[in-house]
């Protein structure tokens, strides 16, 4: 089973009021649903901050693979310090990187 996310970026999520708490959650609850069924399972995000990083840090904690899917070099230019931190991480942790 292949599964990817799309989402805002973190500035996008917090100039519109966005719940960071609950798109977290959500995405929690659908990551262990589907690892429930005990399919074979690769994730796939684009690493810009906001909804892809927080995919990747959960699929990371739920020990899923993912394929960090880079857009362009220059990409974490228009992150904080700390999403470039974690988007760094997450890369390192990726099963593969495009």
Same mark, same amino acid.
């Given at each position: 089973?292949?599964?990817? *996310?799309t &989402?805002?970026r973190r500035?996008?999520? =917090? %100039? @519109? &009021?966005? %719940?960071?708490?609950?798109?977290?959650?959500s *995405?929690? !609850?659908?990551?262990? =649903?589907?690892?429930?069924?005990?399919?074979? $399972?690769?994730?796939?995000? &684009? #690493?810009?901050?906001?909804?892809?990083? #927080?995919f990747? @840090? $959960?699929? @990371?904690l739920?020990? *899923?693979?993912y394929?960090?899917?880079?857009?362009?070099e &220059?990409? %974490? =230019?228009?992150?904080? %310090?700390?999403d470039? #931190? $974690?988007?760094? !991480?997450? *890369? #390192?942790?990726?099963?593969?990187?495009?």
């Amino acid at each position: 089973m292949k599964l990817l *996310i799309t &989402g805002h970026r973190r500035k996008k999520l =917090e %100039d @519109n &009021g966005y %719940d960071f708490i609950w798109i977290e959650d959500s *995405i929690s !609850q659908i990551l262990e =649903e589907i690892k429930g069924f005990k399919l074979p $399972l690769i994730c796939y995000a &684009g #690493m810009a901050d906001g909804v892809d990083i #927080m995919f990747c @840090n $959960l699929c @990371n904690l739920y020990d *899923i693979p993912y394929i960090a899917c880079i857009p362009f070099e &220059g990409q %974490d =230019e228009y992150m904080t %310090d700390a999403d470039k #931190m $974690l988007r760094k !991480q997450l *890369i #390192m942790c990726a099963k593969e990187v495009k």
